[in-house]
């Protein structure tokens, strides 16, 4: 559940597995008759957070790897920028 090189904890991801976990045990208590009608309520609303909270741990987890592409190529073309550019005249 961590992200690559920079090692730190999607805590949304971890929030996806969470509710999807609550959401098969609602549904294994309502089957077993345990807690009946509140287990399909339960259910729904699991589902829906697992979507939610997946959908924001993607994301992120896309944007921070792409910022890792991104950052090292733009630090590249300054280097060649500077390189092959005339310096400023002093005044």
Same mark, same amino acid.
């Given at each position: 559940?961590? &992200?690559?090189? +920079?090692?730190? #904890? &999607? !805590? #949304? #991801? +971890?929030? =996806? !597995?969470? +509710? =999807?976990?609550v959401g098969v045990m609602a549904v294994l208590l309502e089957y077993l008759g345990i807690i009946r009608d509140l287990g399909l309520v339960i259910g729904v609303v699991s589902t829906a957070l697992t979507v939610l909270f997946g959908l924001t741990a993607s994301t992120r987890t896309a944007v921070s790897s792409l910022k890792n592409e991104i950052v090292p190529g733009l630090e590249r073309i300054e280097r060649v920028l500077i390189e092959r550019l005339p310096s400023r005249p002093s005044l």
């Open positions: 559940m961590t &992200n690559g090189e +920079s090692g730190y #904890w &999607n !805590v #949304w #991801w +971890s929030l =996806a !597995v969470l +509710s =999807a976990l």
